[in-house]
């Protein structure tokens, strides 16, 4: 078995992948903290050839990780932000500085649908541009839902917007404060978003797919204008992209990738940036 490790500064996810038929066996997550014990939320490494591991936490939670993953398994990837990889380059100024998760993204965007745009709404929401031929341009980090929310100190009101809510109704004024706040910031998201993404798209004068995944990704993706596909497991796609261990990894074949969606039409962008500005 592959153990795919995804560690945030909150939240730390795994899966367990069958090497010999790709398939995924098991999912779980849990919060993160300075010690990878035994127990009943973490997989049993007995049956774990392989590790591979992307993290955002602290170095001593990383550190710690692989120190004790390295005593029960062979073989431990750590992924870490590059200059060049799979054909892309970092546009960072310090390559290193990138958040791995986000270098991740967009390798595994890249080698499924070429020029990309992935963004990662979790903690933070993140928007990472590569265009055709592999140069990633940089990207933004906007605060993420709950951040936002949090920022409000609102304690025990702070109830978390329903995944399954419709957008018209997450879009209109809220009728009380809950309502008020959870509908303000999915308007800044999405807003964000879509703008960021119309704004990057002309001056770059490419149209690009956009890809979302983490957390809040379901619901940010009710109010885009911009077609796009969900991939939930988008950094674990950069892992498989970066250390392929199975025959599908090889043949660039990656774990839950989605049809890639059409772009939108370059010039419809500018005609959408024109009335905007004109309002």
């Known amino acids: 078995m592959i153990l795919d490790l995804d ?20 999912r779980g997550a849990i919060w993160t903290r300075e010690e990878w014990r035994p127990g009943p939320d973490i997989p049993d490494l007995d049956v774990v050839t392989a590790v591979r591991i992307s993290s955002v936490a602290r170095r001593a939670v990383l550190d710690e990780t692989v120190t004790l993953l390295r005593q029960q398994v062979s073989k431990v990837y750590v ?37 990309c745009c992935s963004v990662d709404c979790g903690s933070a929401i993140t928007i990472d541009f590569v265009l ?25 009101r702070n109830v978390a917007i329903d995944s399954n809510s419709e957008a018209d ?25 879509n703008r960021i993404y119309f704004e990057v798209c002309d001056r770059e004068d490419v149209s690009l797919p956009l890809l979302l995944t ?51 039409d370059i010039e419809k962008i500018r005609l959408g940036l024109a009335f905007s500005t004109l309002l």
Request: charged share 20%; net charge positive; with cysteine.
């Open 169 to 193: 109704g997450l879009l209109a004024p809220g009728t009380n404060t809950i309502e008020a706040v959870n509908h303000g910031i999915f308007m800044a998201a999405i807003s964000a978003v």
């Open 7 to 26: 560690i945030g500064n909150t939240l730390s996810k795994w899966r367990l992948k069958d090497i010999a038929s790709s398939e995924i066996r098991s």
């Open 214 to 264: 983490g957390g809040d990704a379901r619901v940010v993706s009710r109010g885009l204008r911009i077609p796009h596909a969900l991939w939930p497991d988008m950094v674990y796609a950069g892992l498989e992209a970066c250390y392929p261990l199975t025959a599908a990894e090889r043949a660039g074949r990656f774990s839950g990738a989605p049809h890639v969606p059409k772009a939108v």
């Open 79 to 115: 992924a870490r932000s590059t200059r060049e990889r799979l054909g892309v380059v970092n546009g960072y100024e310090i390559p290193a500085r990138l958040g791995v998760d986000r270098w991740l993204g967009a390798l595994a965007s890249y080698q499924l649908a070429g020029g």
């Open 132 to 156: 055709p031929g592999g140069r990633h341009i940089g990207g933004y980090i906007i605060p993420g839902l709950r951040l936002m929310k949090e920022s409000l100190h609102l304690g025990t």
